[in-house]
């Protein structure tokens, strides 16, 4: 159905403007971009929001909102966490932010949130069922059972619950009140499977063969469309040697869920009993591709295969079982069997010799058995202890295509920024290094503060100068690199005539940096700081073109790293080892007195940190985002940077919520990384 929805439409370079606004029509335009899924969007409307007035709660709950449509969780509970420092009494934030809690798997916090919740709403059922819910996955069964039994109170025909309630019970091993609540269920909603399926799986765990099967047949006759039920209808049936009637159950299982790998395993178990070798095997197959580690799908594969003649192919899969359980007897002879019919008389000995040696010392084997489970499980704890750092570090080093498709939504704010873009590929580079220049690109929906009275009081004086900053400068073109030759000559040939100032230097050196003449810049740079001394705009450019000269002498030295490796170290000659080292230096004390000249002059730390960082200096590039981000807190780039520093040194919370810090602030790749960081 085509929606309608009229809203008023400002372009995004007015957004600072919007001070003089009403901050309810910001809000509704944000609700608005909501609305239209242009989350990241709306994020911007609701900082505007946040800058003009920080009492408001409202704000903070609608960026929660967005933050958790763009998959940044941790984000969108520290804004329901501010929303309710600026007011306690709103329990929609206490709901909104147990509910992220709960996705957080901070269980017992999010129970404590709707209990919050409650105390403004006693009999809301939402915050009952949200409650019960956080109950559950904290494990904490009798607290669940408790508010089902509160909603039952509220709305006795909330039928639904009744099986909650049976399941609950289930887990506190009560079976007995559990066939009660599922009796009960099935007496008033006669019509839903549900009942049939639940009360069916515990007779079937109580032993109730016939009675499992009864109810089974009930839960289909009303057209179940869960595959377990006719997983274990087929089990039933098998037992009962119904064969044609289980082989059925299990194809409409697998029909329904063809994930499911129990559907297969149990269909090609039964059709290797009935001789059909090779459809079984396909099913096994089907299986191991599922989970490899599926030991018993492997034997059950590598006999078929004994069977229809595939010995090399059994012989492979019993020597996997073998790498995974080096004890295991059956596995030597199977492979014996194989090689004996191979023709291979030398290796079928060797193997039943292996399996009777360790029949003989069965008590030694079984030891040293156990002494590798326990190993293994001691491994797989430890891995568990270093938690998620060294498979996200793996991230690090990822390059892969972005997936898209032509037929998405188009926003009105470009495709770009437009619903879920968590799900957009984007790959795990820092932002670079901010350069000033005369033309640049802006990205409207970064909050980076990109002016500086110095540079603003520079282009008034030497008019008409267009000096900006920013990290995106536009590729040379072949028009450009023309106008810049043109530039160049100019600036050239009034040097001639007259005695050059210090700003004539710089630009003629801008203009040499911007053909990548980086040699011509440095000199000009070196005579413009001569004649003025505290020519601060003068070191900071100075450092990133020596900075690129330094990164292009490195590009230059990769590609004959293979020639002579002797030669080299660090991918650098050694000789020139000691050069970089200077260049390095020389770098960062032009840095060093950009920040001295101009100490609220914040990209001088956020290069400077890019810098170290790339030479693995952490400690000191963190310290030095974090200076960056005291002169401006609203420094998109540094708290992405340290973010992703953060998440390389293992310090996950802090890496996640800078990401989210910058994503709030327009960097819109930080929620895909995000997505995949937490994971």
């Not at 939402?126 to 408790?146: H, P, S, V």
């Not at 377990?228 to 089990?235: A, C, Q, S």
């Not at 069977?307 to 079982?321: E, P, V």
């Not at 002797?566 to 770098?587: A, C, F, H, Q």
Request: glycine share 4%; proline share 2%; hydrophobic share 35%.
């Amino acid at each position: 159905m085509k929606r309608f929805f009229l809203i008023a439409f400002y372009l995004l370079s007015q957004l600072t403007a919007m001070a003089q606004w009403n901050t309810d029509r910001i809000m509704d335009m944000g609700q608005n971009a909501m609305y239209f899924s242009d989350y990241v969007i709306s994020i911007q409307y609701f900082n505007q929001v946040i800058a003009i007035k920080p009492h408001l709660a409202e704000p903070y709950l609608l960026r929660a909102h967005a933050k958790y449509f763009l998959g940044d969780f941790e984000g969108a509970e520290q804004d329901c966490t501010e929303a309710i420092n600026r007011n306690p009494f709103v329990p929609r934030a206490y709901y909104i932010r147990g509910f992220l809690r709960n996705q957080l798997k901070f269980h017992k916090e999010a129970a404590v949130d709707f209990s919050k919740a409650l105390e403004f709403s006693p009999n809301d059922t939402t915050f009952i069922r949200g409650r019960a819910e956080a109950y559950e996955r904290d494990r904490n069964y009798t607290a669940a059972l408790n508010d089902v039994n509160q909603l039952l109170h509220i709305n006795p025909k909330s039928y639904g619950l009744l099986y909650e309630k049976g399941r609950y019970y289930l887990e506190l091993k009560d079976t007995v009140e559990a066939e009660k609540a599922f009796d009960k269920f099935i007496d008033v909603d006669k019509k839903s499977s549900l009942g049939w399926s639940a009360r069916a799986l515990l007779k079937m765990q109580k032993k109730d063969k016939d009675g499992a099967l009864k109810d089974y047949n009930e839960a289909i006759k009303r057209n179940s469309t869960f595959a377990g039920d006719y997983i274990n209808r087929g089990i039933l049936n098998n037992d009962k040697k119904n064969y044609k009637q289980a082989l059925s159950d299990y194809d409409r299982a697998i029909k329904l869920d063809s994930t499911e790998s129990l559907g297969y395993y149990n269909r090609g178990f039964l059709r290797g009993f009935l001789g059909d070798s090779n459809n079984a095997l396909a099913d096994f197959t089907r299986v191991l591709d599922m989970d490899s580690t599926n030991t018993e799908a492997r034997l059950k594969k590598a006999i078929l295969e004994y069977t229809i003649g595939k010995y090399k192919n059994a012989i492979a899969d019993y020597k996997i079982i073998i790498s995974k359980y080096s004890f295991y007897i059956p596995a030597y002879h199977g492979i014996a069997e194989c090689e004996d019919k191979l023709g291979n008389a030398k290796n079928a000995f060797r193997y039943r010799q292996m399996a009777q040696n360790i029949e003989a010392n069965k008590d030694y084997y079984k030891r040293k058995a156990k002494e590798i489970l326990l190993a293994e499980n001691k491994i797989a704890t430890e891995k568990q202890k270093v938690g998620a750092a060294g498979n996200k570090r793996n991230l690090f080093n990822q390059n892969k295509a972005q997936n898209t498709t032509d037929n998405e939504p188009k926003s009105q704010y470009g495709n770009a920024l437009w619903g879920n873009i968590q799900n957009k590929y984007a790959d795990v580079t820092t932002e670079g290094n901010f350069v000033i220049s005369h033309i640049t690109l802006i990205d409207k929906i970064r909050r980076t503060n990109l002016f500086h009275p110095l540079i603003e009081k520079y282009n008034k004086e030497n008019y008409p100068s267009s000096l900006r900053i920013s990290n995106r400068e536009i590729p040379l073109t072949s028009e450009l690199l023309g106008a810049y030759f043109d530039a160049i000559n100019k600036t050239t040939d009034s040097i001639a005539k007259i005695t050059p100032t210090a700003d004539v230097l710089f630009s003629r050196a801008l203009q040499f940096a911007s053909v990548q003449d980086y040699i011509g810049a440095i000199d000009d740079l070196d005579k413009a700081i001569e004649l003025r001394p505290d020519f601060m705009i003068a070191y900071f450019t100075r450092a990133n073109v020596r900075y690129r000269l330094l990164d292009a002498k490195k590009n230059e030295q990769k590609k004959v790293v293979d020639e002579e490796p002797g030669l080299y170290k660090n991918n650098l000659p050694v000789v020139e080892n000691r050069s970089y080292n200077i260049d390095l230096t020389m770098i960062v004390q032009d840095l060093d007195k950009a920040a001295e000249l101009t100490p609220d002059f914040s990209f001088s730390y956020f290069n400077k940190a890019n810098i170290l960082s790339t030479n693995k200096d952490f400690k000191t590039a963190i310290a030095l985002y974090t200076r960056s981000i005291e002169v401006d807190n609203e420094f998109a780039e540094a708290y992405f940077n340290r973010g992703l520093i953060y998440l390389f040194i293992g310090e996950d919370n802090k890496g996640l919520s800078d990401l989210s810090k910058a994503g709030e602030l327009g960097i819109i790749k930080s929620y895909n990384l995000i997505q995949r960081f937490k994971n």
